[in-house]
């Protein structure tokens, strides 16, 4: 008698931590369904509209930065701050050259399982009047989405060109 209870006792335990342990249908099922494409789409505008205001020399029409982005370049500190990031991107239309003009691709995204943050991997290309590349690089940024849009926090770019030597 003894033996059979302490049977039945084992076996509602091990029951018990069998069923305690299988995951819940209903958390499986409320994650969210997070579009890559769409939310490259959606970067490849804002990436388009951006080169757009430095083709025009309007880099302030630009909204794209946060206003506590940092934003990390080659040989430089980094900038913190959207008036920081606006200042240089005034000098970059200034400095592109009369007739040149700038594109940026949105290469690859990847966004966290909920969509509200994503990391953009592109590519930036400058090139003159005749299609002749002039500047060339890779560029990362991290996106957060705030009020409904994404917005860009942090961003650090890279050119593939060879460096000039100094004479």
Do not use: H
């Amino acid at each position: 008698m003894k033996n059979k209870m302490l049977k039945g006792i084992a076996l509602a335990v091990i029951t018990a931590v069998v069923i305690a342990c299988q995951p819940k249908k209903e958390e499986a099922a409320a994650a969210p369904v997070v579009d890559k494409e769409a939310i490259k789409a959606e970067l490849q505008t804002m990436e388009s509209a951006f080169a757009d205001a430095m083709n025009a020399g309007t880099p302030e029409k630009i909204v794209y930065y946060s206003d506590d982005v940092i934003s990390y370049d080659q040989n430089a500190a980094p900038l913190k701050g959207k008036k920081a990031v606006d200042a240089k991107l005034a000098d970059q239309a200034k400095s592109m050259g009369k007739g040149n003009k700038i594109s940026y691709t949105a290469n690859e995204v990847f966004p966290s399982s909920d969509g509200n943050q994503v990391v953009e991997l592109g590519s930036y290309k400058l090139v003159d009047s005749t299609g002749t590349a002039k500047a060339s690089g890779n560029y990362m940024a991290l996106f957060e989405k705030r009020d409904g849009k994404y917005i860009c926090i942090r961003d650090m770019g890279a050119s593939d060109m060879p460096k000039e030597e100094k004479k």
